[in-house]
């Protein structure tokens, strides 16, 4: 509750590395290859401020440059989806690609935001708390929208159900995503369980969030307005996601005992709820003219993405960040990755309400700075001036890759291993005992079994507003009370299928989200993506991500549906062997009434209804 | 063309508005079921009343007729369900309400019953459910006492499905107390077929002796309106057996106070 | 900083199903040398400067009322740590190392 | 029956809701007096007979292994506890008249 430099006394145990040093001293040894940064990187940084980059600023476009920050190697493709939009795909996107979720119309001055984000590598490392720290993401990425978030819903794919690392996996991450999304109050509506071996070392662990809001309460991340106040709240900083220990380490005074980082993070659903109260009622007052979730690189992500998408500067001090651990170096404050905690611009007559919502909810907040006219990102660290950059090299201008791409070789021996004419019959069931066992066997293979052994974790009711969930085909939950106005939707993805062509497995993937929404009831309206793949460093696994971009970008335009927004996991892979290809694709629907739903398979009571199939 | 047929009729019956009663609905920090309760609330023809847990104002109840604590994790569960909740300023006025002479209905829907355990208003507590899991299921419940304020629009005996989802919702208390509890006919709702979480003696819900102050782990908020509830088991039809919770309060208030 | 320990166990006429799902696990991975489990709390509580009495029974008392719920559980241990925790930890240490 | 007390505590540098959510808690009830709140978990392994080194190593085992998830959490204390908890109960006896 309490704003104000509290901090102050820490500040004086670093060697400040400040941009007047960085200056003097342009011969300083960097640990640039350490923080994953390329050579040609690290030259570049080192051109656009025409001097070294100080500690701090090393920091930031470190981790603002990373691929999961930047996406430098997928972006020439990605582009796709914009290039390839027409009109009709237009039509009712609100905001499309580029904020943190895409938002589509539905009419009465609703709307819905909706995007699905990957968690994968966290996961494996720390089951639990990798899957729950992964739908406080993505429902941190809808808050920041200015919406409420409705429902959740989690695509996951493990490897072969007999490996002894199976069950720590499957259990341990199905109880992440119920015990996080069951706090937040947030219906679970659908997703997927896929076991295959190509999973092992690198489980999938996609997550789906899906926001209403009133046009109105529409929210971007930028900071407008000079003199308005930037303000950081929700939970402290402390040194979660910087890894095991500081390459930082020259930054701090007594070097010789680098205090411990955290290895994994855990994550505060009950902080989290809070916070999406406490948002919604900012959103309700008018309190707030910019906001940002941080999530991936933290505080640099949020400044500088904040500062590049406004129409001036920022000016921040460092030393009033409130700290959970009170060792932690600025630039690690700046890389940071600890969960539950949101950056906003306020305007100045609105400070005093907005004190008021925190102290409501019991939320912690501090006053870090302010939007400035000068077009660049300045911040000190008490009062000593350690980062000053222009904010769109950091957020929007970093490198990109148009990185080599082929069709791998063995990709015509793997598709000519068909099923061929000669053999069909052969070893099919002939007599009904024999197709019973058939039936049996396939119902009992782990893919397709009944998963209410996974849905029965997950609240499906809290809300009050889900009129379908596990089992049926399409997740589908009301908007709008009085008219009954609601959405549906269905993720879908088929590994197998991808690999074998993934042009043609993406389109795939679509057209089943697609039919999963269209037969629920819905007009499909807007698709979100996540593009599970290997590394892109590996120009086969790039041919297979390029190919399905192109898939994807040309299926919405056939259907005449936009992607409004989605995430690229890259490196998916275990040694040099990459996971198939795994395009996850959301799909949502409108309904002008929920009443109108219809569920998958024949309900009870059916009696002497006519059962017709459709399609070739 | 005609318009698609409604697969199933989801609007439900309109219930007679009682609408000068108001029933305050209490949000802590974490609550999740407090928009689900009002709506309850208002199906059943009452008016909603939020209150806010840090309320210390002598009027911080103000003129409500009876009190619903929801469902939810406040402050997480993390220390023991409902344990924080307990203290919140609000829950002193509604103790000292609830054993007032005037004897004010307190419902407790899940954690709300955690809490009313927390506050000793009823007896018992709640552990981790016995097979260690949150479990989300429709679930069919059997009444056992219909005269308590909450359920007087029900019958023993009657079966009733509602919505069951927890983590923390075996019911646990010693022996004699157990015993009380069966003697003086304060068991108010037991599972039916399968025991969801090891409660003792299937208990899924209780009641004070006085009638007014009723606790329990399923949901009956979550079955009052038809497309958005749990199906009956034995029709395969929404229920909407939830309503009886609020119509009973109702029918106490206008009847004056508990039977 | 000073800590006090307070530990928070299960009445043992209550079951305790966490303790119950170890025990039965334990012998699967050739723990066979108990017969059974029970898991409780523990809250450590920093204190700013030294551990008077008076802040003692502050935490026998919140052990009491609030870190525990009597009708389920005992306060089995209120206790001031010894300052760096020195001698507790290096039985742990030799446990992880293990 | 001799028991072993393991004790396990979430990392020092790992976030803990738990003991945030309590540490908030405290004050607005009165208990004022502590900064901090960290809350672990204390398992009982009941032996039958008495506790050789052996079986105390295989409590170390356990409580590395199983007890305790080292990517989150330390194991702070592994001991064997006085024959009937008598003197560590003492403490908690008080606590609770209070
Ligand atoms: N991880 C999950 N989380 C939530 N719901 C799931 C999950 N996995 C499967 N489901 C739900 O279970 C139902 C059956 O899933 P699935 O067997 O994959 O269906 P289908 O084979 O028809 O695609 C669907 O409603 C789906 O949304």
Same mark, same amino acid.
Request: with cysteine; charged share 20%; hydrophobic share 40%.
């Given at each position: 509750?309490?704003?104000?430099?509290?901090?102050?006394?820490?500040?004086?145990?670093?060697?400040?590395?400040?941009?007047?040093?960085? +200056?003097q001293?342009?011969? =300083?040894?960097?640990? %640039?290859?350490?923080?994953? &940064?390329?050579?040609?990187?690290?030259?570049?940084?080192?051109?656009?401020?025409?001097?070294?980059?100080?500690?701090?600023?090393?920091?930031?476009?470190?981790?603002?440059?990373?691929?999961?920050?930047?996406?430098?190697?997928?972006?020439?493709?990605?582009?796709?989806?914009?290039?390839?939009?027409?009109?009709?795909?237009?039509?009712?996107?609100?905001?499309?690609?580029?904020?943190n979720?895409?938002?589509?119309?539905?009419?009465?001055?609703?709307?819905?935001?909706?995007?699905?984000?990957?968690?994968?590598?966290?996961?494996?490392?720390?089951?639990?708390q990798?899957?729950?720290?992964g739908?406080?993401?993505?429902?941190?990425?809808?808050?920041?929208?200015?919406?409420?978030?409705?429902?959740?819903?989690?695509p996951?794919?493990?490897?072969?159900?007999?490996?002894?690392?199976t +069950?720590?996996?499957?259990?341990?991450?199905?109880?992440?995503?119920?015990?996080?999304?069951?706090?937040?109050?947030?219906?679970?509506i659908?997703?997927?369980?896929?076991?295959d071996?190509?999973?092992?070392?690198?489980?999938?662990?996609?997550?789906?969030?899906?926001?209403?809001?009133?046009?109105?309460?529409?929210?971007?991340?930028?900071?407008?307005?000079?003199?308005?106040?930037?303000?950081?709240?929700?939970?402290?900083?402390?040194?979660?996601?910087?890894?095991?220990?500081?390459?930082?380490?020259?930054?701090?005074?007594?070097?010789?005992?680098?205090?411990?980082?955290?290895?994994?993070?855990?994550?505060?659903?009950?902080?989290?709820?809070?916070?999406i109260?406490?948002?919604?009622?900012?959103?309700?007052?008018?309190?707030?003219?910019?906001?940002?979730?941080?999530?991936?690189?933290?505080?640099?992500? +949020?400044?500088?993405?904040?500062?590049?998408?406004?129409?001036?500067?920022?000016?921040?001090?460092?030393?009033?960040?409130?700290?959970?651990?009170?060792?932690?170096?600025?630039?690690?404050?700046?890389?940071?990755?600890?969960?539950?905690?949101?950056?906003?611009?306020?305007?100045?007559?609105?400070?005093?309400?907005?004190?008021k919502?925190?102290?409501? %909810?019991?939320?912690?907040?501090? %006053?870090?700075?302010?939007?400035?006219?000068?077009?660049?990102?300045?911040? =000190? %660290?008490?009062?000593?001036?350690?980062?000053?950059?222009?904010?769109?090299?950091?957020? *929007?201008?970093?490198?990109?890759?148009?990185?080599?791409? *082929?069709?791998?070789?063995?990709?015509?021996?793997?598709?000519?291993?068909?099923?061929?004419?000669?053999?069909?019959?052969?070893?099919?069931?002939?007599?009904?005992?024999?197709?019973?066992?058939a039936?049996?066997?396939?119902?009992?293979?782990?893919?397709?079994?009944?998963?209410?052994?996974?849905t029965?974790?997950?609240?499906?009711?809290?809300?009050?507003?889900?009129?379908?969930?596990?089992?049926?085909?399409?997740?589908?939950?009301?908007?709008?009370?009085?008219?009954?106005?609601?959405?549906?939707?269905?993720?879908?993805?088929?590994?197998?299928?991808?690999?074998?062509?993934?042009?043609?497995?993406?389109? &795939?993937?679509?057209?089943?989200?697609?039919?999963?929404?269209?037969?629920?009831?819905?007009?499909?309206?807007?698709?979100?993506?996540?593009?599970?793949?290997?590394?892109?460093?590996?120009?086969?696994?790039?041919?297979?991500?390029?190919?399905?971009?192109?898939?994807?970008?040309?299926?919405?335009?056939?259907?005449?549906?936009?992607v409004?927004?989605?995430?690229?996991?890259?490196?998916?892979?275990?040694?040099?062997?990459?996971?198939?290809?795994?395009?996850?694709?959301?799909? &949502?629907?409108?309904?002008?009434?929920?009443?109108?739903?219809?569920?998958?398979?024949?309900?009870?009571?059916?009696?002497?209804?006519?059962?017709?199939?459709?399609?070739? | 063309?005609?318009?698609?047929?409604?697969?199933?009729?989801?609007?439900?019956?309109?219930?007679?508005?009682?609408?000068?009663?108001?029933?305050?609905?209490?949000?802590?920090?974490?609550?999740?079921?407090?928009?689900?309760?009002?709506?309850?609330?208002?199906?059943?023809?009452?008016?909603?009343?939020?209150?806010?847990?840090a309320?210390?104002s002598?009027t911080?109840l103000?003129?409500?007729?009876?009190?619903v604590?929801?469902?939810?994790?406040?402050?997480?569960?993390?220390?023991?369900?409902g344990?924080?909740?307990?203290?919140?300023?609000?829950? !002193?006025?509604?103790?000292?309400?609830?054993?007032?002479?005037?004897?004010?209905p307190?419902?407790?829907?899940?954690?709300?019953?955690?809490?009313?355990?927390?506050?000793?208003?009823?007896?018992?507590?709640m552990?981790?459910?016995?097979?260690?899991?949150?479990?989300?299921?429709?679930?069919?419940?059997?009444?056992?006492?219909?005269?308590?304020?909450?359920?007087?629009?029900?019958?023993?005996?009657?079966?009733?499905?509602?919505?069951?989802?927890?983590?923390?919702?075996?019911?646990?208390?010693?022996?004699?107390?157990?015993?009380?509890?069966?003697?003086? !006919?304060?068991?108010?709702?037991?599972?039916?077929?399968?025991?969801?979480?090891?409660?003792?003696?299937?208990?899924? !819900?209780i009641?004070n002796?006085?009638?007014?102050?009723?606790?329990?782990?399923?949901?009956?908020?979550?079955?009052?309106?038809?497309?958005?509830?749990?199906?009956?088991?034995?029709?395969?039809?929404?229920?909407?057996?939830?309503?009886?919770?609020?119509?009973?309060?109702?029918?106490?208030?206008?009847?004056?106070?508990?039977? | 900083?000073?800590?006090?320990?307070?530990?928070?166990?299960?009445?043992?006429?209550?079951?305790?199903?966490?303790?119950?799902?170890?025990?039965?696990?334990?012998?699967?991975?050739?723990?066979?040398?108990f017969?059974?489990?029970?898991?409780g709390k523990?809250?450590?509580?920093?204190?700013?400067?030294?551990?008077?009495?008076?802040?003692?029974?502050?935490?026998?008392?919140?052990?009491?009322?609030?870190?525990?719920?009597?009708?389920?559980?005992?306060?089995?241990?209120?206790?001031?740590?010894?300052?760096?925790?020195?001698?507790?930890?290096?039985d742990?240490?030799?446990?992880?190392?293990?």
């Amino acid at each position: 509750m309490t704003a104000g430099n509290t901090n102050a006394v820490t500040a004086r145990k670093f060697n400040i590395d400040t941009v007047e040093h960085a +200056a003097q001293t342009p011969e =300083t040894e960097l640990p %640039w290859a350490e923080l994953g &940064l390329k050579e040609n990187e690290f030259e570049e940084i080192v051109k656009l401020l025409g001097r070294r980059p100080t500690a701090a600023e090393l920091a930031m476009y470190s981790v603002m440059w990373s691929e999961h920050c930047s996406y430098k190697s997928s972006k020439v493709h990605l582009r796709q989806f914009g290039e390839k939009l027409t009109d009709e795909m237009k039509k009712d996107m609100m905001v499309g690609i580029g904020e943190n979720a895409g938002v589509t119309d539905l009419g009465d001055g609703w709307a819905v935001t909706f995007k699905v984000e990957s968690h994968n590598h966290p996961s494996f490392v720390e089951p639990y708390q990798g899957a729950a720290t992964g739908i406080g993401g993505i429902v941190r990425d809808i808050i920041s929208m200015g919406a409420r978030p409705v429902a959740v819903m989690d695509p996951l794919r493990f490897g072969a159900i007999d490996h002894p690392d199976t +069950a720590r996996l499957v259990h341990g991450i199905v109880s992440g995503i119920g015990g996080y999304g069951n706090s937040l109050g947030l219906p679970n509506i659908g997703g997927e369980v896929v076991f295959d071996s190509v999973y092992q070392a690198n489980p999938l662990v996609n997550a789906l969030a899906v926001g209403v809001l009133r046009h109105e309460d529409l929210r971007l991340a930028n900071a407008s307005g000079v003199g308005n106040k930037v303000v950081l709240f929700g939970a402290r900083t402390g040194g979660d996601g910087i890894g095991g220990a500081s390459v930082l380490a020259s930054e701090s005074f007594d070097d010789s005992k680098p205090s411990k980082r955290p290895a994994v993070q855990v994550g505060d659903p009950f902080a989290e709820k809070v916070l999406i109260e406490c948002c919604l009622e900012l959103f309700k007052h008018s309190l707030v003219e910019g906001i940002q979730d941080l999530g991936a690189a933290g505080i640099s992500c +949020a400044t500088s993405e904040l500062a590049s998408n406004g129409d001036g500067g920022m000016q921040v001090e460092l030393t009033d960040v409130l700290l959970r651990d009170p060792t932690l170096t600025p630039g690690e404050i700046l890389m940071s990755e600890s969960q539950e905690r949101m950056m906003a611009v306020v305007t100045p007559e609105n400070v005093a309400a907005f004190e008021k919502v925190m102290d409501k %909810w019991d939320v912690e907040y501090s %006053w870090l700075g302010e939007v400035t006219d000068t077009g660049r990102l300045v911040i =000190t %660290w008490d009062g000593e001036t350690i980062v000053d950059v222009d904010p769109r090299t950091v957020a *929007h201008e970093g490198p990109v890759y148009h990185r080599p791409f *082929h069709r791998p070789e063995w990709l015509d021996g793997v598709q000519a291993d068909t099923f061929r004419a000669s053999e069909a019959g052969k070893g099919l069931p002939a007599t009904g005992e024999e197709l019973k066992a058939a039936v049996l066997e396939l119902m009992a293979s782990p893919n397709m079994c009944d998963k209410s052994w996974v849905t029965r974790q997950y609240d499906h009711y809290v809300g009050g507003n889900t009129a379908l969930a596990s089992p049926d085909d399409a997740g589908v939950v009301r908007v709008d009370e009085e008219t009954g106005m609601g959405v549906g939707l269905s993720t879908d993805a088929n590994g197998r299928y991808a690999y074998l062509d993934p042009y043609t497995g993406a389109q &795939l993937a679509l057209a089943e989200s697609y039919r999963n929404v269209a037969t629920s009831g819905a007009v499909p309206m807007a698709v979100t993506d996540c593009l599970n793949f290997g590394s892109p460093e590996d120009p086969e696994v790039m041919w297979q991500f390029a190919e399905a971009v192109r898939g994807l970008a040309d299926a919405c335009q056939v259907l005449g549906i936009p992607v409004t927004g989605g995430n690229v996991s890259l490196y998916n892979q275990t040694g040099t062997t990459p996971i198939h290809p795994t395009p996850v694709v959301g799909v &949502l629907g409108r309904f002008d009434d929920v009443a109108r739903r219809t569920p998958s398979g024949w309900q009870r009571n059916a009696d002497g209804q006519a059962i017709y199939l459709l399609g070739t | 063309m005609s318009e698609t047929p409604l697969i199933a009729d989801l609007r439900g019956p309109e219930p007679a508005p009682l609408s000068g009663a108001k029933i305050g609905v209490v949000t802590f920090p974490g609550t999740l079921d407090d928009r689900d309760a009002a709506r309850a609330v208002r199906l059943a023809g009452a008016t909603p009343v939020p209150l806010w847990h840090a309320d210390d104002s002598p009027t911080a109840l103000g003129d409500v007729d009876a009190v619903v604590l929801p469902g939810g994790f406040s402050y997480g569960d993390y220390l023991r369900a409902g344990a924080i909740a307990r203290f919140a300023p609000l829950m !002193g006025r509604i103790v000292d309400a609830a054993n007032s002479d005037a004897k004010l209905p307190v419902l407790g829907i899940c954690n709300g019953f955690q809490v009313l355990t927390e506050s000793h208003l009823l007896p018992g507590s709640m552990i981790k459910n016995d097979h260690l899991k949150f479990i989300c299921r429709d679930q069919v419940l059997r009444v056992e006492n219909a005269s308590t304020a909450w359920t007087n629009q029900y019958e023993v005996g009657q079966e009733i499905t509602i919505v069951l989802k927890n983590q923390d919702g075996q019911y646990v208390a010693d022996e004699k107390t157990l015993d009380e509890l069966e003697g003086e !006919g304060r068991v108010a709702f037991r599972y039916v077929g399968w025991n969801p979480n090891g409660s003792r003696r299937n208990i899924a !819900g209780i009641t004070n002796a006085a009638g007014n102050v009723v606790g329990l782990m399923p949901h009956p908020e979550h079955a009052v309106e038809p497309g958005f509830g749990p199906l009956s088991t034995d029709s395969g039809e929404y229920s909407t057996d939830g309503l009886g919770f609020f119509t009973s309060v109702l029918t106490t208030l206008v009847a004056g106070g508990t039977k | 900083m000073p800590r006090i320990v307070v530990d928070v166990m299960p009445k043992p006429e209550i079951l305790d199903p966490q303790g119950k799902a170890i025990v039965g696990a334990l012998p699967r991975l050739g723990f066979t040398a108990f017969s059974g489990v029970r898991q409780g709390k523990r809250f450590e509580l920093t204190v700013e400067g030294p551990v008077t009495e008076e802040i003692l029974e502050q935490a026998r008392n919140a052990a009491a009322t609030m870190l525990s719920n009597p009708v389920i559980e005992d306060v089995v241990n209120v206790e001031v740590l010894p300052e760096d925790g020195a001698e507790v930890r290096a039985d742990a240490d030799a446990a992880e190392v293990d």
